[in-house]
């Protein structure tokens, strides 16, 4: 098993891989129960959807770590699962069959633009600047995650209030809104929690105890600490303890979700209607969203790490096969999606939460190979694995985000036309809570600003394209929300 892996070749040991393991599944294990309330919402069997995304996650994390044999994690994807059900599901009004039909066609088109070396090319031609802005700002995406996560901030709702205005019930108060707009009619302003709460408390107490043991240099610090973090919660009242820990009830659910959309409702009916032009540029959305995701996390993390290093680049831009474990990282990837199309759930993609298991340690698919069985066991054990509240595993997000942050230091924040790409990269990538919007955001100053010194020629043809791609999903994202 160590040649296989290479556990050895890679300085790591397989007690180092299994922590790294449970790290990654216990930061990431939010989704199991996430991902069915979203997608709950566009109709699907909630039951259904949890055992979908137990599926695709334990199918794809394990591609990912025996066929690239590299630790990352693969999971329906958060932004994603909101974007197919509340877009394409609610504002456009497609049955959640014909939903799941373009997720499956979404990851056939992110297969052959693999195969065809298109994703690698991408990756090649983004400027180095730019890749550790991108690092950086997911260590900053991750963090922000972490902190909401814990509570330490909470939002309230400053309203001008106007005749146009109403009060409707949110999070049990009230808030004043327009008619019409939503939460757009209220000012969000975020504040630092009063720690009045006991689950603030408990991340804290979480966040403090993981710092030390990382100080202290102390192996498996970061799973000692959601371990710990549960056990604290449970006298604290945010714990849940579970009556039954042998729950098989959710299992019947599967059967309503997978492979639905190959009846008359699904690909048969997604292109009746005069609807071909929105579905592509649905499945158009889906596909950048999944690719620049999974492209910022392998950046953002694979080469501080090392895992996809300067011998690994290499080789990816020498070989005509799929040899370099960035090809097959990205090969598995890409069937993921049509995979958890088929399981009944949406976009499963590269999991950034894997960063929390790297910095762990985990060097190797083995880490995968384990993240993958821990998920498997949940779907009879939900209930015992369910048992970390968010609170528990917010600390190691926060930490993970520390330590990603360390990418900020090569950029040369003196030079405006390297600096002002890399602000908006990470900026956007934070506030707006979304890594692609970041990355476009970062690809098009960059164009604007070698624009501005006359340096255009100097930028890959690809980075060029793909900022007119990007500038054209917003546009027509503009374009939805007017005519709605």
Known sequence: MDNFFGITKSGSNYRTEVLAGFTTFFTMAYIMFVNPSILGVAGMDRGGVFVATILATVVGTLVMGLIANVPYAVAPGMGLNAFFAFTVCGALG?????????????????????????????IKSIPKSLQLAIGGGIGLFIAYIGIKNAGFINFIYDVVITPDTFTIPLDGGAALLAPGFGMDGANVIPELSKFSTAGPILALIGLAVTIILLQLKVRGAMIIGIVAATLIGIPMGVTYVPERLFDMSALAGINEVSFAFFGDVGIKSLFTDGRAFIVIITVFAFSLTDTFDTIGTFIGTGRKSGIFDANDERAMNESKGFKSKMD????????ATSLGALFGTS???????????????????????????????????????GMAPAQATAPVLIIVGIMMAESFADIRWKELDEAIPAFFTVTIMTFAYNISYGIAAGFIFYIIVKLCNKKLKDVHPILTGATLLFVLYFVLMAMERIAG
Do not use: Q
């Not at 997720?103 to 690698?120: A, D, M, S, W, Y």
């Not at 097959?328 to 069937?335: I, P, Q």
């Open 347 to 385: 976009n499963a993609t590269t999991y950034i939460e894997s960063a929390s298991g790297i910095s762990e340690g985990g060097r190797t698919g083995f880490t995968s190979v384990v993240t993958a069985a821990l998920f498997l066991v949940c779907l009879p054990l939900v209930a015992l694995f």
């Open 328 to 335: 097959k990282a990205l090969f598995a990837d890409s069937t």
């Open 94 to 122: 497609f049955h959640w069959k014909e939903a799941l039909a373009m997720v499956f066609i979404c990851g056939i088109v992110n297969v052959i633009i693999t195969v065809t070396r298109l994703r690698k090319a991408i």
